[in-house]
């Protein structure tokens, strides 16, 4: 069983910062993608961060220029700054790794979700 674990979501005014930090029960062997995403009720999950193991970066246009993803390895673990928070950002935030682990093979998985409310 492989859980990731995020946490640093919460309760944020507008222009402030929030980092999200989403950690693996189990080191990846190799990964070929992670990745942070967000969802509201009644609304499908997006796509907010991408980092793939080449360490290209991809974001979506409602958050260049204000949100950060970082990977640390030694950690196992993935980042997303989020600096000028808009009530816009508000979601539950949700952790995804493309991996590969040895004896469970390559899958896809995601953590739990993390709440971020940002207040006006």
């Known amino acids: 069983q492989v859980q990731l674990v995020e946490s640093g979501g919460g309760l944020v005014q507008a222009g402030g910062s929030l980092r999200l930090s989403c950690g693996a029960s189990r080191r990846f062997f190799s990964i070929n993608a992670m990745g942070w995403y967000r969802q509201v009720p009644g609304k499908q999950r997006e796509m907010v961060a991408s980092?793939?193991?080449?360490?290209?970066?991809n974001y979506a246009d409602s958050v260049k220029g204000r949100f950060t993803i970082s990977r640390d390895n030694a950690k196992n673990t993935v980042y997303l700054q989020m600096n000028s928070l808009e009530p816009e950002d508000t979601a539950v935030y949700y952790c995804?790794?493309?991996?590969?682990?040895?004896?469970?093979?390559?899958?896809?998985?995601w953590g739990q979700g993390t709440q971020v409310t940002v207040s006006s």
């Open positions: 980092l793939t193991s080449g360490g290209s970066t």
């Open positions: 995804h790794v493309n991996g590969l682990i040895l004896g469970l093979g390559r899958n896809d998985y």
